[in-house]
């Protein structure tokens, strides 16, 4: 296992790159079921190794009629739309049947143009790389964002999964030339697939610290004397019945849910009937706000109104609202699960507490706001954490030192390719 440090590339040393997120496209609206993390990682990590001087494309499968077959995202990025089965939203986990036909595709353009090297971002488009990075003898990066391991291991018969997800998860890791872990916990996990230590390096996700900042706008206060908030997707996994349960043993707290389809829609959604029902039953339903998806200049507004920010999830492969809400100089309680134990330094940032227990989730949080100059040193010290080791450029060198390293060890791999 290797965490690689920044370089800096030089004149005439620019790489011509492959993203590929099938089902995770960077010009999404974040909050849906199957758009969250993954979006934005793949967007801020095509950006900002365009800043360091090379040339991305992202490939993407095309889920709108409308939609143009490339789109210019920004200079030295360039999204293109891959047609892999209908052009229209399916649910990821329905997606395996087009897999094949979007390495085809991808297959036929780099055999015209190859890129210098392909990364591929989830399960199915490393399988769909893996295909044309085979079929070219081009090197082929990964990265996970999940695991079907651990997914099997806490949804159990709930896990919606293809059933040949773990198996095509273990023909990836032991395909590519390298995998891209995004914390310690999924090394341990990878081992257990027989994708030995050192096949893999670990980068971490990283976060906007211009657009996350104390500095700034924040959303209007609530009614209550503080605030809780829990941003990310709308599913299960990410435990805001937890949040709400606790909220039963902290009477002057509010709890703002953000995060799931658009506000108009919001009252129309199950888990959002779900979590409603569990509130009226505790009897904090009066205390529980449900915001629906925000648009992404929102966020930081909304993470600077409270005084705690939750991440209770049942397990988190990363976990990007730890990073976010540091940034903005908010204490986290966070479960203390996969990349929440890298990224939330206790006591220093925040609390680490079990996963599924509001008791322990409520006391962690009920400390915090009990002490307003404990909440202001954790806050402070989570923000020069991000700045110290998750800051987007700092995310691609280390990213673009783990590609020279695999570029080094195939010395006929080019850098050349298609210019964006």
Same mark, same amino acid.
């Given at each position: 296992m290797t965490s690689q440090g920044p370089i800096h590339p030089t004149d005439g040393d620019a790489l011509s790159i492959a993203l590929v997120s099938e089902h995770a496209s960077p010009l999404a609206v974040l909050g849906g079921v199957d758009a969250g993390g993954q979006n934005v990682h793949v967007a801020r990590l095509a950006s900002a190794l365009a800043d360091r001087g090379h040339r991305v494309i992202v490939y993407t499968r095309r889920d709108a009629r409308d939609l143009p077959d490339r789109v210019r995202l920004r200079g030295g990025v360039e999204v293109r739309h891959v047609p892999a089965g209908p052009p229209e939203q399916i649910p990821k986990?329905?997606?395996?049947?087009?897999?094949?036909?979007?390495?085809?595709?991808m297959a036929r353009e780099w055999q015209a143009r190859p890129p210098g090297l392909v990364h591929s971002h989830f399960w199915m488009s490393g399988l769909a790389s893996l295909q044309a990075a085979r079929e070219l003898r081009l090197p082929l990066l990964h990265t996970y964002h999940a695991l079907g391991t651990v997914k099997r291991r806490h949804q159990k018969y709930a896990d919606t999964s293809p059933p040949a997800r773990i198996a095509c998860e273990t023909e990836v890791g032991l395909?590519? *030339?390298? !995998?891209?872990?995004?914390?310690? *916990?999924? !090394?341990?996990e990878l081992a257990r697939m027989s994708i030995t230590v050192d096949k893999v390096s670990v980068v971490p996700c990283g976060v906007d610290t211009a657009q996350f900042t104390p500095d700034g706008p924040a959303a209007d206060p609530g009614a209550h004397r503080y605030r809780l908030l829990q941003l990310g997707r709308l599913v299960p996994r990410k435990g805001a019945a937890v949040s709400i349960t606790a909220l039963t043993l902290l009477p002057e707290a509010e709890l703002v849910v953000v995060g799931g389809p658009p506000a108009d829609r919001i009252d129309a959604d199950p888990e959002v009937r779900r979590l409603r029902g569990i509130a009226g039953a505790a009897g904090v339903a009066d205390r529980v706000r449900f915001t629906g998806g925000v648009a992404s200049e929102e966020v930081a507004p909304l993470l600077r109104s409270a005084d705690v920010v939750l991440c209770p999830a049942d397990y988190e492969p990363f976990g990007i609202v730890p990073l976010e809400a540091m940034a903005c100089g908010k204490p986290v309680v966070a479960s203390a699960v996969g990349g929440h134990l890298d990224t939330v330094a206790d006591p220093a940032t925040g609390r680490l507490v079990p996963p599924g227990d509001p008791e322990a989730l409520a006391r962690a949080v009920g400390e915090l706001l009990a002490d307003p100059a404990l909440r202001k040193a954790c806050g402070a010290a989570g923000r020069r954490r991000v700045l110290s080791r998750y800051g987007w450029a700092g995310v691609a060198a280390a990213t673009e030192s783990v590609y020279r390293a695999v570029l080094a060890a195939r010395p006929t791999a080019t850098g050349g390719g298609e210019a964006v």
């Open positions: 986990d329905e997606l395996l049947p087009h897999v094949l036909s979007f390495g085809r595709y395909g590519c *030339d390298r !995998v891209v872990a995004t914390c310690r *916990d999924e !090394v341990l």
